[in-house]
């Protein structure tokens, strides 16, 4: 409790992650007017009108502020959901990658080590993308110097990426490094990472439409305008002071939407996609390093190499179990 109240006032006066570096010119405005209402007021202008609190009602404003919040943070918290359907669906192909796909050659442990790096290019890419940001020696160090070259050159480095990746994956089905049924499996993974490409690309393109955003701040301002007007009369010297701790609360809420409406950005309240990609490719590197029982280590013969992918099929087609139940059949014939 004790560590948990010293973080917590510690927090208060941190100004990495808070609105305040964005919103305080805007605050300062607020109660600098404030200040200047209260002087006309001492100086025995008529500038006290407590009915104007009717011309923007608070609850209306409250609600208009509550939907910005909540839409924003519903982009913020999608975007997590699709991150994390990047991360587990990388690690599921990687997984299988490494497991199913048959090394019959010394080289073909290296095609699978540089196909696994692809699986994290892509999530660096998107990254990048989604940042409009170029390549960069992040993802040239899972690259070739062919690949990283050819990418320079695409508009679309991640579908380039996720090309490679099924490329090497009908590569290996061909030559019968891979069964029908594992191919069918991992390609659904693939489209599932375009579709979670797909999904960041659209909150990224679809903002809050710009006229609710001006509008809403408009009335945010004509509001903490008006407010000294209203207060003069009861506060005096204090108005000022507090119309900006009002406009500091309203302002701020505005602001928090504005931060979170991209979560994929650089900003302290951003999704930290540095470290997702980071944690991503070390899980990735650690999965190189375990040993998968392979054909090619066990020293299978190649007769029986070349037979794993007819089986498989087999199994997929059913063929395997109409078999067996023919056999079932002839033992136990019905009565």
């Known amino acids: 409790m004790e560590r948990g109240n010293r973080q917590w006032f510690a927090g208060l006066a941190r100004l990495q992650g808070s609105v305040i570096p964005g919103i305080w010119p805007r605050v300062l405005v607020c109660g600098v007017f404030g200040y200047f209402i209260s002087l006309l007021d001492a100086q025995g202008y008529q500038v006290s ?8 009602p608070s609850i209306v404003l409250g609600l208009l502020l509550v939907f910005r919040t909540n839409t924003a943070y519903d982009r913020f918290w999608e975007g997590r959901k699709i991150w994390g359907g990047i991360i587990n669906t990388s690690r599921n192909l990687a997984r299988q990658t490494w497991v199913f796909v048959v090394e019959k050659s010394p080289d073909d442990r290296a095609q699978k080590q540089a196909t696994l790096r692809l699986i994290v290019a892509f999530a660096v890419a998107i990254k990048l993308r989604l940042r409009n940001l170029p390549l960069d020696s992040e993802i040239q160090e899972l690259l070739s110097p062919q690949q990283f070259q050819t990418l320079q050159a695409m508009e679309h480095p991640p579908l380039e990426i996720i090309f490679w990746i099924n490329d090497y994956l ?3 089905h061909d030559r019968g490094s ?6 069918v499996a991992m390609v659904d993974l693939i489209n599932k990472q375009v579709d979670n490409l797909g999904s960041c690309e659209r909150i990224l393109k679809t903002p809050l439409p710009l006229a609710y955003a001006i509008h809403l701040r408009q009335l945010l301002l004509l509001y903490c305008l008006v407010l ?3 207060w003069v009369g009861d506060l005096g010297m204090l108005t000022g002071w507090v119309t900006a701790l009002v406009s500091f609360t309203l302002l701020g809420i505005e602001e928090i939407g504005l931060e979170i409406e991209n979560p994929f950005g650089t900003d302290p309240n951003d999704l930290p996609l540095d470290t997702i990609c980071a944690t991503m490719r070390r899980n990735i590197e650690d999965l190189m390093t375990l040993s998968p029982s392979s054909a090619y280590d066990a ?7 070349d037979a794993l992918p007819d089986a498989v099929s087999g199994v997929a087609s059913g063929a395997i179990f109409e078999g067996a139940s023919e056999s079932l059949g002839s033992r136990f014939p019905r009565s």
């Not at 020293?299 to 190499?305: I, Q, T």
């Open 170 to 172: 009908k590569q290996q």
């Open 178 to 183: 891979l069964g029908t049924y594992q191919m």
């Open 228 to 230: 000294p007007f209203q």
């Open 299 to 305: 020293g299978y013969p190649d007769a029986l190499l």
């Open 49 to 56: 009108y407590p009915t104007l609190d009717k011309v923007i």
